[in-house]
């Protein structure tokens, strides 16, 4: 699900602490995409935090990879699935799109004679 949120990414590379801001680009029960300034290796455990609500949870890098303008897309996998992190509800896995039900069509007024 496409959804930008303010996220923090804090984590330990070369025994050195980091922090940096980033927003999300997609979100998932399992995870999310980021872009980020700093280069992460696949398998690096990193801890997401949702500054809305100061929830912080333990995440692995799963890809790094294009990098344009400074930044690389990050994907984080959330070492257990929580889908309450976003507090946002997603649909269950086995939705069909084309079930969704759209709002009725707007009834027109009978025509004045």
């Known amino acids: 699900m496409q959804l930008a949120i303010t996220e923090l990414v804090r ?4 025994g050195e602490e980091f922090e940096e801001q980033t927003g999300t680009i997609s979100v998932s ?6 872009l980020l300034r700093r280069l992460l290796e696949r398998g690096q455990q990193v801890h997401l935090v949702n500054p809305q609500t100061t929830e912080e949870l333990p995440c692995r890098v799963v890809y790094s990879g294009r990098r344009e303008k400074g930044k690389s897309e990050v994907v984080l996998e959330f070492i257990e699935a929580s889908p309450l992190f976003w507090r ?3 649909p269950p896995a086995d939705w069909d799109p084309r079930e969704r039900k759209l709002p009725p069509e707007p009834k027109s007024e009978p025509k004045a004679s």
């Open 11 to 14: 984590g330990k590379m070369r």
């Open 29 to 34: 029960a399992n995870g999310c995409l980021v």
């Open 88 to 90: 946002i509800a997603f």
